[in-house]
């Protein structure tokens, strides 16, 4: 986003050179892409992939290569087809770096592992700590770069006038399905939906589009389609793909079936595997009470030990029921009871994320809380007094990038963590809390997690790949010896066993195991003698013991939400199992060794290679409305670090104005470290109108600098600075010519948490002044300030009052008007009506959602209505001139409809009546208007 | 599909297994060279029951030719398998299987205790080669230093580098620390170069733990940083700003002056007034510009400093 906003910047750089409107015009907010790590960038070449890597992490480079060839060669047979050129393959240490990269402008959430651009088909994706997810990733989106690569030679070689594109379950189920078993997440999505009755028809699946269940419904679906018809079905869909206009229609030309048989068959097989769990399993919410169950994610339980904080009988979980993610306390005596906020999420820099799926939290008996949160570029170690809220620790950790899940030595004294370092190595370290040493207790390239203290603060266990069957992505529980570091083996098979906890006696270690299709509750001793909790319905994770030791809180998935529940441990068990390490029906042990001793590729330094990134016509560059023909573009290097812009159109009405009326531009922008900045030159002419409507003529040709510097996701400073010659004339016989300088500076914050329509909590300001020069006279040509100050505060789940504050002055001898009137800034008055060198503007809404999830039957047949919010509002501003004195206020009141078209545009309808503050004058004022919510 | 290969070979070759797969591991040392093994020291009886009956259901296959593997173990005296027959124990002489590929594991004595080693290898045995698998399975010392230390593995040659392998605590293979020297390194403390062999003899002695004290250096405390430079301290930056912005504003009125001496020209009507206004006019105008240039810089420089940091 930073990005997009440094090239609005540049934009804006060379509107500004134009014509009357200054940089302050553009106002800019949203949050910051930042590029903490400057990184060196180094490639090593293999057959057919090429891996973008820095010298840190070069041995998940050999890894990544060595893996991507492995998969080039079985995508190669399935899919029938050779990718013709080399596939770029960008990969990151860990998921904070990954966060950094430029090749994708967006910000990419936490949950995504990797992604296929299409422009240059480059693959982009981190190390998140296991080889066997690496490996499932790397495979997942080389099945995007086979896709994207026979969809543009099947479109080249069938022109058609228009295009099929494949709908997202087919496109990332296939991905799953060719790059992965079927698993757990997989089990819980389907399994859920099955048992609920929500399997959708294939007509209905793209309702879960943007969702993770998109990824597992369409792996199911693609299984389906795959055993029942032969993988080569999945082949043809793309190379037949030009044979229809309709996905659905060629589904049915390959496979000879229609969609809806295929459906059916689909629903009526899930139904024959799932529902026979009803028969032997009880329901989660018969075996366990619910507890913490708000809008769907609330994770990671642990008991409060000391039962008296609080009012007593508390627990802490992470949950992103507020639209945040915050760590919230709660008491496990009832459901959704006397929930409170602790800490406060995704609002400030030190806590920029929780990682709510990844890492669990802490609490100490003496009531101190551990957690770790993204805190400038890098996770940090937090400790927080629960009975004051005081944070006693921030700590970053040496030479670690990622942390996660702290967990308190049963003394108090000691807090162990995992910690994932610049070369992607996941380990566990331990840390003193008085001396502040941090001690290494595994050093290896295996992945380690979850750690948990013995009650006697010995041992600790842990969940690990270092099992036999890590290679595959399996995890078992290990023992390790605190003293002498030695791991033992605690559970052992071809399966994930996670997130341990010991219980306060010692006796039993809860886990989460998906040794039974889903992931379910068990229980083990220290010699590896364990059983299930309970035969329930579901998914459950991430176990944590009550002080009493009596039962268990734990996450549960059910109607496709996460909440917490509680269950009472009891004696009578079923499944019970022993650890047995069954050697020989076991693979050998396995090492990072063995994969990376097949890369012998030598590295070379990464020389820019530039590609086209969009080329359009038709420019428009003007916020006065004003439109030059011409066109634009961009070109940026493979890592997406160096960017160029270009643009060229011209004015002219005659030939002799060819030159004169020359519009043209270029840009260099550089996003590899963390100041941003771009140069360029430009020169512009053309007939423009003011703010007031007067027409005149300018040219500007100069150069210009655009930097901007994030402080955090939040925080940023902007700057720019131009100087140019121009030539201006408004047709009065007063022309002005001179050489001119423009420096502006911003300073902005954002933290706000958007809905579908506009945002509904948080706060946003900018800060902007500019100062215009004229060299010729020595004059100030303008010297603009404006203020603009947003204040979300959210009144219930889904209600919000949302005030804005604005305010701009401009001064000099050719100062900027701004102007106001109509839905943007004052509504129920005409757009631009007022206007003036002096703003100030007033609004306060309260926006609330009117028809949420509204099907109309008949005659329909179940059509969905769109969402609609409603408002209603306040306004209130004038303008004026600088010799003027200050206005009497002028008022609306009224309300307004507002509607997401397609994610990418609101549609708003204000109906305001005037008022002067003493009366409401009669008539309505209606406007339709496409945009967001200030 | 492996088991099957070697069931199938089996069955038309039942001599091609070693004898003694249950024997004392000392009595079956592999020969120093590897030779193909004399057809008369093998027989059938190796043959697992199950694999026996299997090669019965399948001896109507054609036979496919043979190859050799040898295996031998560190520690020695290990179970070892081809596919999913049991062979015999380690070390093994070179033993008579089809050609082919060939899944050799030996299984750690204490299976419960995890070790990073590798305990199983996939090899190609072309027809009459002998292969000799090698597979250390010893357990890897934890190196242990006081305090935590870079770990480098010197060089045996002057001209080659030497390879830093990590920090400690940490887990080396036994067959990388035997023969090279090791270099703890640690900021305030001597560099300790000791041979592998002897940590790995201090991991024997102490439970697979080999602990390293470093000596410390006593080095005075560390240099304060050097002052910022001019450029950085903070007042000279605030100072450019503060002055770059009274600079710019004094410019305003200084221009606010040029104006009304331009005014008074404007209006006089002596010749004398007008000259001297006309120059009090431009005087002021340049005055003027060269204040407001000198601030803008100042202000600009000022702010840049004082958000990038650079001078310090």
């Known amino acids: ?934 | 599909m492996v088991v099957a290969a070697l069931l199938l070979a089996a069955a038309g070759t039942p001599n091609v297994l070693h004898a003694s797969p249950h024997a004392a591991p000392d009595s079956t040392r592999a020969p120093d060279s590897v030779s193909a093994p004399d057809s008369a020291r093998v027989s059938s009886a190796a043959l697992a029951a199950d694999s026996a009956r299997a090669a019965d259901s399948l001896r109507a296959a054609a036979p496919r030719p043979l190859a050799y593997v040898a295996v031998e173990t560190r520690p020695p005296g290990l179970r070892v398998t081809f596919g999913s027959v049991e062979v015999g124990w380690s070390p093994l002489p070179p033993t008579a299987v089809p050609s082919g590929r060939v899944r050799v594991r030996a299984y750690p004595v204490d299976s419960r205790r995890f070790e990073p080693a590798i305990d199983g290898l996939t090899v190609d045995a072309a027809p009459g080669e002998t292969i000799r698998v090698s597979l250390d399975l010893r357990s890897h010392p934890l190196l242990h230093s006081e305090p935590a230390a870079t770990l480098s593995l010197l060089a045996r040659r002057d001209d080659a580098p030497d390879s830093a392998v990590g920090v400690t605590p940490l887990r080396l293979a036994p067959a990388v620390l035997e023969s090279r020297r090791v270099r703890f390194e640690a900021n305030g403390f001597a560099d300790s170069v000791v041979p592998g062999a002897w940590l790995l003899d201090e991991a024997a002695r102490g439970k697979g733990v080999a602990r390293v004290a470093l000596r410390s250096l006593h080095l005075p405390p560390p240099a304060p940083p050097p002052p910022p430079s001019l450029l950085g301290r903070k007042w000279f930056q605030l100072g450019l700003v503060g002055v770059g912005a009274l600079l710019t504003g004094g410019a305003a009125i200084i221009r606010h002056q040029g104006d009304l001496a331009y005014d008074r020209y404007l209006e006089a009507s002596d010749p004398r007034v007008i000259e001297r206004e006309y120059d009090r006019t431009v005087h002021y105008d340049r005055l003027s510009a060269a204040t407001l240039g000198t601030g803008q810089v100042m202000f600009t420089a000022g702010l840049f400093f004082l958000v990038t940091g650079i001078g310090k």
């Open chain 1, 1 to 934: 986003m930073k990005k997009t906003r440094l090239l609005l910047a540049l934009a804006s750089a060379a509107l500004l050179a134009a014509p009357a409107s200054s940089w302050a015009q553009y106002y800019a907010f949203g949050k910051n892409k930042v590029q903490y790590d400057t990184f060196h960038w180094l490639s090593l070449k293999g057959e057919h992939v090429e891996v973008f890597y820095y010298p840190e992490e070069e041995p998940l480079a050999r890894a990544a290569i060595v893996l991507a060839e492995e998969s080039y060669a079985d995508l190669a047979k399935k899919f029938q087809h050779e990718v013709p050129r080399s596939v770029p393959l960008i990969v990151f240490s860990t998921h904070h770096h990954f966060e950094q990269n430029n090749v994708s402008p967006f910000f990419v959430p936490e949950g995504v592992q990797g992604f296929t651009e299409f422009m240059k088909g480059r693959v982009v994706l981190p190390y998140t700590g296991s080889y066997g997810e690496f490996r499932h990733v790397i495979h997942h989106e080389m099945v995007h770069v086979f896709q994207f690569s026979i969809l543009e030679e099947v479109y080249k070689k069938n022109r058609r006038s228009t295009y099929v594109v494949p709908p997202l379950w087919f496109s990332e189920g296939l991905a799953e399905y060719w790059s992965n078993e079927w698993d757990a997440q997989g089990e819980m999505v389907v399994a859920d939906q099955v048992l609920e009755g929500d399997v959708p028809a294939i007509s209905e699946l793209w309702r879960y589009n943007g969702t993770f269940t998109i990824y597992k419904l369409g792996q199911s679906l693609c299984e389906h389609i795959g055993k029942t018809y032969g993988d080569d079905a999945l082949r043809r869909l793309y190379t037949e793909i030009y044979k229809d206009d309709r996905f659905e229609r060629l589904l049915q030309r390959v496979t000879g079936v229609s969609a809806k048989r295929i459906s059916e068959d689909w629903q009526y097989a899930l139904k024959r595997r799932y529902f026979p769990h009803v028969k032997d399993r009880t329901g989660l919410t018969l075996a366990a009470e619910e507890r913490a169950m708000s809008q769907g994610v609330n994770l990671k339980p642990v008991a409060v030990p000391d039962t008296s904080l609080f009012g007593g009988h508390r627990y802490l979980f992470v949950s992103a029921r507020s639209g945040y993610t915050n760590i919230y306390s709660a008491s496990y005596k009832g459901r959704e009871r006397d929930v409170k906020s602790i800490v406060r999420g995704q609002r400030n820099a030190q806590f920029e994320s929780f990682h709510p799926f990844q890492s669990r939290i802490g609490v100490s008996a003496k009531g101190q809380l551990a957690f770790v949160s993204k805190w400038s570029g890098k996770d940090a170690l937090f400790l927080m007094d629960l009975a004051t809220k005081e944070i006693t620790l921030r700590r970053h950790m040496d030479g670690l990038i990622a942390l996660s899940s702290p967990a308190w030595s049963p003394d108090g004294s000691k807090i162990a963590f995992a910690g994932q370092s610049n070369d992607g190595q996941a380990d566990l370290f331990s840390l003193d809390v008085a001396s502040g040493e941090v001690t290494r207790l595994t050093n290896d390239r295996y992945t380690d997690a979850d750690p948990s203290w013995s009650p006697d603060g010995t041992r600790l266990v842990f969940a690990s790949d270092r099992t036999r069957f890590g290679a595959e992505g399996r995890h078992n529980l290990f023992l390790l010896d605190t003293a002498t570091l030695d791991v033992t083996y605690l559970t052992y098979g071809k399966w994930t066993d996670q997130t341990p906890s010991w219980s306060p006696d010692g006796s039993q270690i809860a886990f989460a195991s998906d040794r039974d299709g889903a992931f379910a509750l068990y229980t083990v001793d220290a010699t590896g003698n364990g059983s299930r909790v309970s035969r329930t319905l579901g998914t459950s994770l991430d176990p944590s013991w009550t002080p009493d030791g009596k039962s268990l809180l734990f996450t549960g998935y059910r109607k496709g939400g996460f909440g917490i529940y509680q269950i009472p441990v009891t004696e009578s068990r079923s499944d019970s199992f022993a650890l047995a390490l069954d050697d020989a029906a076991a693979p050998p042990q396995w090492t990072w060794e063995t994969t990376l001793a097949r890369s012998t590729q030598p590295a070379e330094s990464y020389e820019p290679r530039y590609g086209l990134d969009l080329v359009s016509g038709g420019l428009s560059y003007n916020p006065n409305e004003n439109v030059g023909q011409g066109v634009q573009g961009a070109v940026s290097d493979l890592l997406g670090n160096r960017l160029f812009v270009f643009q060229l159109g011209n004015t002219a009405e005659k030939s002799s104005d060819i030159l004169t009326r020359m519009n043209a531009g270029a840009w260099y922008v550089n996003r590899q470290h963390r100041w941003n900045y771009g140069v360029g030159a430009f020169h512009l002419a053309g007939d423009y109108e003011d703010a007031i409507g007067i027409d005149y003529f300018e040219r500007r040709a100069g150069a210009s600098i655009v930097a901007s510097y994030p402080f955090s996701r939040f925080d940023r400073i902007e700057g720019t600075a131009q100087a140019f010659y121009d030539q201006k004339d408004r047709g009065d016989g007063n022309p002005r010519e001179g050489f001119l300088t423009t420096h502006g500076v911003s300073l902005i914050r954002d933290n706000a948490l958007w809905f579908g329509t506009g945002p509904r909590d948080g706060s946003r300001y900018n800060l902007t002044g500019s100062v215009t020069t004229n060299w010729n006279t020595g004059r100030a040509e303008n010297l603009t300030l404006s203020a603009d100050l947003r204040r979300y505060l959210r009144i219930s789940q889904w209600t919000t009052l949302a005030m804005r504050v604005q305010g701009r002055m401009s001064n000099g001898a050719d100062p900027e008007r701004f102007v106001m009137g109509g839905t943007h800034s004052l509504r129920g008055y005409d757009r631009r009506s007022l206007f003036g060198t002096r703003v100030f503007l007033a609004n306060v809404e309260y926006r609330f959602p009117l028809l949420h999830h509204v099907v109309i039957g008949l005659p329909f047949d179940g059509l969905e209505l769109p969402t609609i919010d409603g408002a209603v509002f306040a306004d209130a501003g004038n303008a004026w001139e600088k010799f003027e004195s200050f206005p009497t206020p002028k008022g609306s009141l009224g309300f307004s409809l507002r509607t997401n078209l397609g994610g990418y545009l609101v549609l708003r309808y204000d109906v305001a009546r005037r008022t002067d503050f003493k009366d409401i004058q009669p008539g309505w004022h209606r406007e339709f208007y496409l945009g967001f919510d200030f």
